[in-house]
């Protein structure tokens, strides 16, 4: 079908001061084909199923929005954490700041230097995954990620890696636009946990592409950064062998626009996937989850759980879907997304969706949005707790079911310890 003459003018406007970067003939391939798909898609536009809820106008602007910096009154998260730092400024490396990334049983490398090498493992995934994810839905920003990225990590883990491997996106530039496009690539019986931290850029556009082998495991713990004028769109595309399992968790607190996209590909017998996200916002603040897990294997797993806590005019969406494929018998599918609002101002949209083709499987979706329980609050003030701390208490409660998620008990508590923080910040 041919695209409308005024989005097509306005992708080409996009695209015309646009020149592919540089590699080896394997990436340059792949680069080109990522950016036809955006030119037979277009980029999005308001009038766009997937884009009703959310205006995609200052993210596939030529130019991105100033964002002011944000001074942190706190150390950033997971410094607590023996981990691994991969430090990027702006969307570029920064090797100073990083650290060594020998170690056992895993390999890190640059993508702009795997973009020069003639031979790599990367080969087979870069663009790979989220070609597969643009069908059914159309995700254009992503490709445009795949054809313009230039920086980013490519990891591969062989074995169990005993420590947690940190990307850290710092922002310093209040005129950055950054873009990072992120190969993870796990063997058969690896475990692997990604941290990642920071606002990144005053306009961030990321893909991180996982690829988890059979009886392999990869955990993920997010947390997006509080410059509040910041606008971000993310995709994570992931295929899930046999016996194997994906995880991962989003906590957001402030951002004036940011969309996280998740696609998971259940391709294994037995496999488990859970996608979880926590966001809190407070006034000029839009939130959008989109989240396609697609079940093609017999015996699996998914969890979808999504709580947002919405004050003064915040916005939340979540749009989630389950897809079970007519030989995916015996699927357990769920999801559950929920809003806390604070006040009469907020606003949460939410667009869950089942299409099942198998018989014998057991999914259930539910979206709930409501005020702070009345009966809670009373029976809380009523023992001597002020109403702000009871407010914040029943908020964190709330939450409580997507913070569960984090498998990693002092992952799970840092997540725990920044909402409280956030809260009482509001609070005072």
């Not at 069908?135 to 490709?143: C, S």
């Amino acid at each position: 079908m041919a695209l409308p003459q005024a989005k097509q003018d306005a992708t080409e406007a996009r695209l015309s001061s646009v020149d592919l970067p540089e590699g080896a003939v394997w990436i340059g391939q792949a680069r080109e084909a990522a950016l036809a798909r955006v030119r037979a898609m277009g980029l999005p536009t308001a009038r766009d199923e997937y884009w009703k809820f959310t205006r995609p106008d200052t993210l596939v602007q030529a130019e991105a929005p100033e964002a002011a910096l944000f001074v942190e009154d706190e150390a950033p998260i997971f410094d607590g954490v023996d981990r691994l730092k991969v430090v990027f400024v702006d969307g570029v490396f920064d090797a100073e700041a990083s650290d060594d990334l020998s170690q056992e049983g895993l390999t890190i490398e640059r993508l702009s230097d795997v973009a020069q090498a003639d031979i790599h493992w990367a080969k087979d995934l870069y663009g790979a995954l989220e070609e597969r994810g643009q069908d059914p839905v159309q995700r254009p920003l992503a490709a445009l990620n795949t054809a313009l990225a230039q920086d980013g990590v490519v990891i591969h883990a062989t074995g169990k890696v005993s420590k947690p491997v940190n990307l850290i996106y710092n922002h310093k530039s209040t005129t950055s636009d950054a873009i990072l496009h992120n190969v993870i690539k796990l063997d058969p019986g690896a475990d692997l946990t990604i941290l990642e931290n920071g606002p990144a850029a005053a306009r961030f556009n990321k893909v991180m592409e996982v690829d988890v082998a059979d009886g392999a495991a990869f955990h993920h713990v997010r947390a997006q950064g509080r410059d509040h004028e910041r606008r971000a769109v993310t995709h994570v595309f992931a295929r899930v062998g046999e016996e194997s399992a994906f995880k991962t968790f989003t906590l957001t607190a402030n951002g004036v626009l940011t969309r996280n996209e998740c696609v998971v590909e259940m391709v294994g017998d037995n496999g488990v996937a859970h996608i979880a996200g926590a966001c809190v916002g407070d006034g000029d603040f839009h939130h959008d989850d989109t989240v396609f897990v697609t079940h093609d294997a017999v015996n699996c797993e998914s969890r979808q759980v999504f709580k947002k806590v919405l004050r003064n005019g915040a916005r939340g969406v979540f749009q989630g879907k389950i897809l079970v494929k007519p030989d995916a018998q015996k699927t357990d599918g769920y999801q559950i997304s929920q809003s806390l609002l604070l006040d009469g101002d907020s606003e949460f949209d939410a667009k869950p969706e089942l299409e099942i083709y198998a018989d014998d499987v057991a999914c259930s979706h539910g979206s709930t949005s409501g005020a702070i329980d009345e009966d809670a609050l009373y029976y809380l003030r009523a023992r001597g707790v002020p109403k702000a701390i009871a407010t914040d208490m029943l908020t964190l409660s709330f939450l409580a079911e997507a913070v569960e998620e984090i498998e990693d008990e002092a992952l799970r508590d840092e997540i725990n310890t920044r909402l409280e923080g956030w809260l009482e910040r509001r609070r005072g």
